[in-house]
T-cell receptor, first 115, second 108 residues
Framework: DTEVTQTPKHLVMGMTNKKSLKCEQH?????MYWYKQKAKKPPELMFV???????INESVPSRFSPECPNSSLLNLHLHALQPEDSALYLC??????????????FGPGTRLTVL | EDQVTQSPEALRLQEGESSSLNCSYT??????LFWYRQDPGKGPEFLFT???AGEEKEKERLKATLTKKESFLHITAPKPEDSATYLC?????????FGTGTRLQVFP
């Protein structure tokens, strides 16, 4: 089983709202990722967690706040977003921290619209 | 700088018309090359991982091959359900470097 689940599937929020995206995997993977994908573009890496510790932050604005409560869960807290933050947000996981070789498995994504 | 280029950008095929998608890369040291399929509005679905030149992997109508400078995704006798965007990515030290994808449309 290589399933990564994400909730919600769709989210519409105003610029003053606070919301959270949730990602879950039960494959025993020790690395988890957040990506942002705009239409007709490839996914862009935002954050990487390895063994529940933040290992990579790709200079993401502070209005995005990741959290890894345990090895199976990954959250992305959203606050004061801008309309240009509207995108498909993808979660992924890999068995080990990514050193270029481990396959990353993606979830179905959350379609975020910021009004 | 590591770079991944996919061609063509878009491809229209008649059902049953076989073809190949190309992924060329320039990286300092290839660790892994990954193929994904992505349907509109959904997350990428893993297809293949290749690690060394000469390696080949197959799954149903798809076959992925790898040389020292590029990878090909061969689609044999495609069906309309094969329509999707196919993404190639190369494993760098700590992240995936994606190409911009090939949008494939297969018509009955």
């Amino acid at each position: 089983d290589t399933e990564v689940t994400q909730t919600p599937k769709h989210l519409v929020m105003g610029m003053t709202n606070k919301k959270s995206l949730k990602c879950e995997q039960h494959m025993g993977h020790r690395a988890m990722y957040w990506y942002k994908q705009k239409a007709k573009k490839p996914p862009e890496l935002m954050f990487v967690y390895s063994y529940e510790k933040l290992s990579i932050n790709e200079s993401v604005p502070s209005r995005f706040s990741p959290e890894c409560p345990n090895s199976s869960l990954l959250n992305l807290h959203l606050h004061a977003l801008q309309p240009e933050d509207s995108a498909l947000y993808l979660c992924a996981s890999s068995q080990r921290p990514f050193l270029g070789t481990d396959t990353q498995y993606f979830g179905p994504g959350t379609r975020l619209t910021v009004l | 700088e590591d770079q991944v280029t996919q061609s063509p950008e878009a491809l229209r095929l008649q059902e049953g018309e076989s073809s190949s998608l190309n992924c060329s890369y320039t990286v300092s040291g290839l660790r892994g090359l990954f193929w994904y399929r992505q349907d509109p509005g959904k997350g990428p679905e893993f297809l293949f991982t290749l690690y060394s030149a000469g390696e080949e992997k197959e799954k149903e109508r798809l076959k992925a091959t790898l040389t020292k400078k590029e990878s090909f995704l061969h689609i044999t006798a495609p069906k309309p359900e094969d329509s999707a965007t196919y993404l190639c990515a190369v494993g760098d030290t700590d992240k995936l470097i994606f190409g911009t994808g090939t949008r494939l449309q297969v018509f009955p």
